[in-house]
């Protein structure tokens, strides 16, 4: 059963660079999709983007100036840096497994890991 | 953007039946997803592809979809079913791709 695990400091600065890891586990990493979701405390949740295992990427319309997606598949890790983040970046973080064929969803997914951003 | 427009809570009895919707510009074109998220936990896909199941969810679990609204019914509701629910589409009306969820729906089982 595949298994995805979120990593990374739960604390940050304003304009700091937020970086977190997902490791997978029970599956390989190969030949899939891989996504990333964030979900503001009490509020809905926002797909940020995905990488595939080849490095390819594609990332939310209203981010993409600030999100970078990276996969390391010798490591079963992939990664998220959102940059210049402010107190509206606050939320938990989830890695997801997106997949893709007749339609795409996302499962499974990591447990979350909150990430706050305060001065 | 594409915009999923959810009402923000549902109750429902124990044992009756409860119909959650998802509002979107022509949502029947596109396939719907549904998750199920519980306090603290994360998301769990319970439909995809409009009407599919994952295993191990329940068919009392079903999506279906019409013009600009596509609509979770569970049947038989359960204490277990109070949850938070989103709606999920992947929008390619635009240049720019992108995958979208709806506000969310409470439901409480009385």
């Known amino acids: 059963q595949m298994q995805l695990q979120e990593s990374g400091p739960g604390l940050l600065r304003p304009s700091e660079t937020l970086s977190l890891n997902c490791t997978v586990s029970g599956g390989s990493i190969n030949k899939r999709y891989w996504s990333w979701v964030r979900q503001p405390p009490g509020k809905g949740l926002e797909w940020l983007g995905y990488v595939f295992s080849d490095g390819r990427t594609r990332y939310s319309p209203s981010l993409k100036s600030r999100v970078t997606l990276s996969i390391d598949t010798s490591k079963q890790q992939f990664s998220l840096k959102l940059t210049s983040v402010t107190a509206a970046d606050t939320a938990v973080y989830f890695c997801?497994?997106?997949?893709?064929?007749?339609?795409?969803?996302?499962?499974?997914w990591g447990q979350g890991t909150l990430v706050t951003v305060s001065s | 953007s594409y915009v999923l427009t959810q009402s923000p809570s549902v109750s429902v009895a124990p044992g009756k039946t409860a119909r959650i919707t998802c509002g979107g510009n022509?949502?029947?074109?596109?396939?719907v997803k549904w998750y199920q998220q519980k306090p603290g936990l994360a998301p769990v896909l319970v439909v995809y592809?409009?009407?599919d199941r994952p295993s191990g969810i329940p068919d009392r679990f079903s999506g279906s979809s019409s013009g600009n609204t596509a609509t979770l019914t569970i049947s038989r509701v359960e204490a277990g079913d109070e949850a938070d629910y989103y709606c999920q589409v992947f929008d390619t009306s635009t240049n720019q791709p992108n995958y979208v969820f709806g506000t969310g729906t409470k439901v409480t089982v009385l």
């Open positions: 997801a497994r997106l997949a893709v064929t007749t339609g795409s969803w996302f499962d499974p």
């Open positions: 022509n949502i029947a074109t596109k396939t």
């Open positions: 592809d409009d009407d």
